[in-house]
Structure formats: structure tokens, C-alpha cells
């Protein structure tokens, strides 16, 4: 009887596993394909990770409202201004997924996010909060609310990085 049930619990574990890993690599990789691809220009990979209107949420830094727009957007307006920077590293961890139901989950993440304009850096970190939907075969982000725990550096880099983006324009 132990040994039967033993293994009939092995089961379930192995196959509650198998059930969550798809969720959790589709998400993760959503999450990671924003930080990624927006440290190196790759505007197609950031853009395929959201939905085709999101919500983002920096009040915790720079005040005022959250904005809801649409993806393409928001990728525009990083991709006139991130490389403005000499450098970016936006290493999002720590991935847990928060909720999950066959079409939406939310999820939760670990950032610290370094940015280099000649040997200055401003270097911010806190956490994301991101909610998904289930499109076709793939997870997007319909909103992320970032929450900023700490910042080290020179926050008036982005001013800078932003001149030197438009002046390359």
C-alpha cells in the first residue's frame, strides 16, 4: 500500500510540474524579452512581448499617473531614447508567478537596472509587478507596475541620454 502510494504521488508531482513549467517558461520569458531586448535595440523582441495595448506604472519614480497606450507606442518612445545611453543592463530575476489561470496570470520579478552615459551610471532597483494574458500561443504583458526600491548614481542621466538620443535623430 505505501509503495502504491508512493508512486501514484510521484505521479501527480511529475505531472503538476509538467502543468506549471509552460505557464512559467512563457512568462519568464515575456518578463525577459522586455529587459533583454530593449538593452540590445532588439525592438521586435520587446514589442512581441506585450499585448497590443498595455499599462505601465512608474509613479514610484517619477510620480504622476499610470499611462495605458498602445504597445507599438511605448516601444517607439524607448527606442528614441534608450540609445541615448551608452550602456544599459536590466537584469530582471527572480520570476514567481502569482496567479495563474488558462488565460491570464500575474507575476512578480526582481530588477536592478544599470545605465551607463560615459563613466556615470545611474543604477536603480526594485521590483516589477506584471499582469499577462494568454494570446494564441504565447503570454503578453498587458501591464507592469514598477516599484523602486533603491537608486545609486546620477538620476539626471536620463535628461542627458535623452538629448543625445533626439541629437542622433
Do not use: C
Request: zero cysteines; hydrophobic letters at 40%.
Amino acid at each position: 500500500m505505501h509503495r502504491k502510494l508512493t508512486s501514484t504521488l510521484a505521479a501527480v508531482s511529475v505531472i503538476g510540474t509538467a502543468a506549471f513549467a509552460e505557464p512559467q517558461a512563457g512568462i519568464s520569458t515575456a518578463i525577459t524579452d522586455i529587459a533583454a531586448g530593449a538593452d540590445r535595440y532588439d525592438w521586435a523582441r520587446v514589442r512581441d512581448a506585450f499585448a497590443d495595448t498595455v499599462t505601465t506604472d512608474y509613479t514610484s519614480l517619477w510620480g504622476g499617473d499610470p499611462v495605458t497606450q498602445p504597445a507599438d507606442e511605448l516601444v517607439a518612445g524607448w527606442s528614441a531614447f534608450l540609445p541615448g545611453f551608452d550602456a544599459t543592463h536590466h537584469m530582471v530575476t527572480n520570476h514567481t508567478i502569482t496567479s495563474l489561470s488558462d488565460t491570464s496570470a500575474t507575476a512578480q520579478a526582481d530588477f536592478t537596472a544599470t545605465h551607463r552615459l560615459g563613466k556615470d551610471l545611474w543604477v536603480l532597483g526594485g521590483r516589477y509587478d506584471y499582469i499577462l494574458e494568454k494570446s494564441d500561443d504565447r503570454w503578453v504583458v498587458t501591464s507592469m507596475t514598477m516599484t523602486a526600491l533603491w537608486e545609486t548614481g546620477d538620476r539626471g542621466l536620463v535628461t542627458l541620454a535623452g538629448q543625445r538620443a533626439a541629437e542622433a535623430n
